[in-house]
């Protein structure tokens, strides 16, 4: 029995994102192209959006579409080519075969199945990532298709360089082959305000994709131009090369690569210094701990204590790092994730008895990770940030999972990269490369690159940080951003050393 609404479904939100506007669909039918005599599939049909606007009779269109109330409305139309199939796509797949010549859809983004439901589909398709629902849908629309058949989706972005989205990058390399890539602001979808800042229309067609190949891809994310005056003309093409060389590291449009390529000798984060998150205690509120006397801005899990009676604030020895603290004092200072002042005093704690410790080492959500960089000396990124990327410096504290702990191999670097990483280049022009969306994984951060300065540069960060500790961070905002510019002018003075230390591969990122 299929559900009438998602109340019903094994899905818990069906994420029905339609959209009305008339130059994404344009777009979209436009490089689907003429489908007369043609067999069409439509996975996610809704209310047909889609499916009524298509150019060309075909000689039959299968809608698919799970909710009842959405197959009212599709069977209102009545062309004797269209077929609505109530049905759960995910399931009804197998059955519909490899027999079209044509798929068009927007698919459920995000969606939440039950967890019942999610291992089902991972027995169901185990060569399939199953995780992020708009490219299972997209893997299967692909599939459902003849040797060569035309595809054309609406998805988010994020399958262009999200890490562990890999795995829809090397299905398009292998069984789907981009012809156009369309990016632009989620702004324009017009109805609905969700999580992805950006989404893609992208087109191809079933078959590997050869070094050869063309693939248009227009970036119009920035621009307001319509998308139906798009011209795809030879300047926005990249070679099937250059994607398949991309696929593990994420698909970047060339001349982003080239903004974040710089003309002074680079390196990049994981090169100079350790990426690492930090603790899961398995239960924040019973083992974090915030300052009664001063609450922290941002209301998370945890307890009101007693600050200066029950936190352990002068540094440990290895013992106590280890086998965890004994006495009245309990807990350690916590840095957790959000935005920080880079010289934030934390106002988070975290039991560090021997008794937490090894509810965290025994606790099956619990994870004890990357311990051995507790208490160091380092810069706190904070793991979700929606606007620009930040850096607070932190030590003798432990950080949680929500944090991306940078720790240089040197720490002359430290000043630097606390500067570098809250300037206006990292945010404006690197972020929206590496990680367009919010999440700044440790294997995001790891790839930002770095102006490899030299003793004199990080001297004088040095000096620029000491003045701000002073000063106030703020009052020397123009003076840091003068300094980055120098950096990225490739400013002699600033790159004074010797050739023999750079690092290998420096020059490029
Ligand atoms: C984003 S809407 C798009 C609908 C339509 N293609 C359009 O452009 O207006 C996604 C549709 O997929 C349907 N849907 C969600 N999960 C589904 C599933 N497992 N099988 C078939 N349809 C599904 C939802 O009910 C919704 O109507």
């Known amino acids: 029995m299929l559900p009438s609404s998602a109340a019903a479904s094994p899905i818990r939100d069906l994420r029905q994102f339609y959209t009305d506007s008339a130059e994404i669909h344009g777009l979209m039918l436009q490089l689907l192209g003429d489908v007369s005599g043609k067999s069409v599939l439509e996975p996610c049909a809704g209310r047909g959006a889609l499916v009524s606007r298509l150019d060309g009779s075909p000689s039959r269109l299968d809608a698919v579409e799970i909710d009842g109330r959405n197959i009212e409305i599709l069977k209102l139309y009545s062309p004797p080519w269209l077929n609505v199939i109530h049905a759960d796509f995910l399931e009804e797949c197998p059955t519909l075969g490899r027999s079209y010549d044509a798929v068009i859809c927007n698919p459920p983004y995000g969606l939440r199945p039950t967890p019942e439901y999610r291992l089902a589909l991972r027995h169901r398709y185990p060569d399939l990532y199953v995780t992020e629902s708009y490219g299972l849908f997209l893997c299967l629309g692909i599939r459902s298709l003849v040797p060569g058949g035309r595809y054309v989706y609406i998805v988010p972005d994020t399958f262009l360089t999200s890490h562990n989205l890999r795995p829809i990058r090397r299905f398009l390399l292998t069984e789907g082959a981009p012809t156009h890539i369309v990016r632009f602001s989620a702004t324009r979808f017009q109805t609905v305000d969700f999580n992805y800042g950006r989404l893609c229309v992208i087109a191809g067609n079933r078959h590997s994709l050869a070094n050869e190949d063309a693939v248009a891809w227009i970036d119009e994310a920035p621009s307001e131009r319509s998308l139906n005056s798009i011209c795809f003309d030879a300047s926005s093409r990249v070679s099937g090369t250059y994607l398949s060389e991309r696929t593990e590291a994420g698909w970047v449009q060339p001349s982003k690569i080239a ?109 004890l990770q990357n311990r051995r960089f507790y208490f160091r000396r380092g810069l706190a990124v904070p793991m979700v940030s929606t606007g620009r990327l930040s850096a607070s410096l932190m030590s003798d504290a432990v950080f949680d999972q929500g944090v991306v702990g940078v720790f240089p191999h040197n720490e002359a670097w430290l000043e630097f990269l606390l500067i570098y990483l809250n300037g206006a280049f990292v945010s404006n022009t690197v972020k929206p490369v590496l990680s367009p969306g919010a999440n700044n994984s440790a294997n995001y951060i790891k790839r930002i690159p770095v102006p490899w300065v030299g003793p004199a540069g990080l001297e004088e960060a040095r000096q620029i940080v000491e003045q701000a500790v002073i000063d106030g961070w703020e009052s020397t905002a123009q003076m840091r951003e003068a300094f980055l510019r120098r950096a990225h002018a490739n400013e002699p003075a600033l790159f004074a050393f010797e050739e023999a230390e750079l690092p290998e591969g420096s020059g490029k990122v």
Do not use: M
């Not at 090169?271 to 609450?295: K, M, Q, S, V, W």
């Not at 941002?298 to 936190?311: C, H, K, M, S, Y």
């Not at 790092?321 to 988070?348: D, M, Q, S, Y």
């Open 259 to 367: 903004a974040i390529n710089f003309s002074c000798p680079s390196t990049t984060l994981g090169e100079i210094a350790e990426c690492r998150t930090g603790l899961y205690t398995g239960d924040n509120l019973r083992f974090c701990g915030y300052n009664r006397d001063r609450p922290p801005a941002r209301r998370l899990n945890g307890q009101p204590i007693d600050w200066p009676a029950e936190v352990h604030l002068n540094r440990l020895d290895v013992k106590e790092r280890e086998h965890g603290l004994t006495g009245n004092k309990r807990f350690v200072p916590l840095i957790r994730g959000g935005c920080r002042h880079p010289f934030a005093e934390t106002r988070w704690a975290v039991d560090w008895s021997g008794e937490a410790l090894e509810a965290y080492r025994q606790k099956g959500k619990a994870r």
